[in-house]
């Protein structure tokens, strides 16, 4: 009983968090070349930037030169935890999220969030 009262007091307080905009949900989507330890980069990258990934999905063909497609849903944390002072607007969190999962790449791509 407990345990049930702790998991609905959990979900309320991450509902209201999500209706307050604290909480954003991303999904970014990238399209690039395929290179060698390129998954891990991405999620290393995500670590760095202190978001939870729920879901990756990742797919291309057999072959060389191939096109690598991923999509991650992410949960970002940031709003909850930022300086009121510093804080930043959803649209710069979002170009932020973008710079940098660009630069760690390191190669052109087709991204979108």
Same mark, same amino acid.
């Given at each position: ?5 702790? /998991?609905?007091?959990? $979900? #309320?307080?991450?509902? $209201? #968090? ?26 290393? @990258?995500?670590? *760095? ?10 797919? #291309?063909?057999?072959?060389?030169? @191939? /096109? ?13 935890? $930022?300086?009121?002072?510093?804080? *930043? ?5 979002? $170009? ?5 999962? /660009? ?11």
């Amino acid at each position: 009983m407990l345990d049930l009262f702790f /998991t609905s007091l959990i $979900a #309320h307080v991450f509902q $209201a #968090h999500i209706k307050a905009n604290k909480i954003v949900f991303l999904c970014i989507q990238i399209q690039c070349s395929s290179t060698w330890g390129l998954i891990p980069k991405i999620i290393s @990258t995500l670590s *760095k930037l202190n978001v939870e990934v729920i879901d990756n999905r990742s797919w #291309h063909p057999r072959g060389v030169d @191939t /096109t690598l497609m991923t999509e991650i849903f992410v949960q970002d944390d940031y709003f909850l935890t $930022a300086n009121e002072e510093e804080i *930043k607007s959803i649209d710069e969190r979002i $170009a932020e999220v973008s710079d940098v999962m /660009t630069t760690a790449i390191r190669q052109p791509v087709s991204f979108s969030l």
